[in-house]
């Protein structure tokens, strides 16, 4: 019953490290635009000529022997002003473990936050969180429903490597609820979740390639409900290595988005006790989908499946997002 309840609390903590990565991609593909942009030729700042075209050409020269520019720099309302975004998230899907365990979910998220640029290189950000997870157990330990809510709160940030990817990390706390059919007890719980992520940015032939590779921890404290019972405190630790693949093409009166994600994870702390529903210790997920942007509302649909490597344990979830920004 219990390893149920963690394993839901764990799946809407990862869920809200993908939002705010997915927020983090989003931003530092909309700038690599802006600076295509003024890579052709827009300049940002206040510049000083002259009409007499010797009297420019002569202070041009003076200017540039010494290392200056006639153009007086700006700062760009971008970095003073904090952007707030919200999304919205629903997945349904299914989950086999080893044996007869199998488990069906639906998840139901909502996501608020404000982020801003710091410098032209660093972004911080902050957000909240609503989760909801529904599980249907069958299995060798427990059979039965539980129900999730879960409240987070994060902080996420990104260091911009010029020309050489970015550095990425996402940092949070977490409280859930856990509500059980066939118990008149109500199970609570206590976390943490963070990630560090290295992420370079390819193109080639106008798709873009993201590889990456990411430490994730997560701690997970099931506190007592009586004298009867003691608190259970889960610690999970793995790396992952993967590559986001996407095109984007213009539609309609928007943009249209073509992407697939592809991971390899491995579980760090090899818990033989560990979820009844948890796919394996090293796994493999594939994600393919679809966003639609039109102004600042992104629609989009996915399907995801996560294979273990070393059993025949295995997920599938289809998933539909809104994000829109205030």
Do not use: C
Request: hydrophobic share 35%; glycine share 8%; aromatic share 8%.
């Amino acid at each position: 019953m219990r390893k149920e309840s963690k394993t839901s609390s764990k799946a809407l903590l990862a869920k809200t490290g993908k939002t705010l990565r997915a927020r983090l991609s989003h931003i530092r593909y909309k700038n690599q635009q802006k600076s295509s942009f003024s890579a052709n030729g827009f300049v940002s700042g206040i510049q000083v000529s002259f009409a007499d075209s010797q009297t420019n050409s002569f202070i041009n020269r003076v200017l540039s022997a010494n290392g200056l520019s006639n153009v007086i720099p700006i700062s760009s309302r971008k970095v003073e002003r904090w952007d707030i975004w919200t999304k919205a998230k629903v997945v349904i899907g299914k989950s086999n473990g080893s044996g007869a365990n199998k488990t069906k979910f639906n998840l139901k998220s909502l996501n608020i936050g404000m982020d801003r640029r710091i410098a032209q290189d660093k972004i911080i950000g902050f957000a909240l969180g609503l989760g909801k997870q529904d599980r249907t157990a069958t299995g060798s330990d427990f059979s039965g429903d539980i129900d999730t809510t879960q409240y987070t709160l994060s902080s996420y940030g990104a260091l911009e490597l010029s020309n050489k990817g970015s550095i990425e990390a996402v940092l949070g706390v977490a409280k859930a609820t856990h509500d059980i059919s066939n118990s008149a007890d109500q199970d609570n719980s206590n976390g943490f979740f963070a990630s560090i992520a290295y992420r370079a940015d390819l193109q080639t032939q106008s798709v873009d390639l993201s590889p990456f590779i990411r430490y994730d921890i997560n701690r997970i404290k099931m506190k007592a409900n009586d004298i009867l019972t003691s608190s259970e405190t889960n610690t999970d630790e793995a790396i992952a290595l993967g590559i986001d693949i996407s095109k984007t093409a213009n539609y309609k009166e928007g943009q249209l988005t073509r992407f697939v994600s592809l991971e390899y994870k491995s579980d760090l702390r090899r818990d033989g006790n560990d979820y009844l529903s948890k796919n394996a210790e090293q796994e493999v997920s594939v994600k393919l989908g679809l966003d639609y942007q039109q102004d600042d509302i992104i629609t989009s649909v996915s399907y995801e499946r996560i294979q273990s490597t070393n059993n025949k344990a295995h997920s599938n979830g289809i998933e539909g997002t809104i994000r829109w920004k205030f």
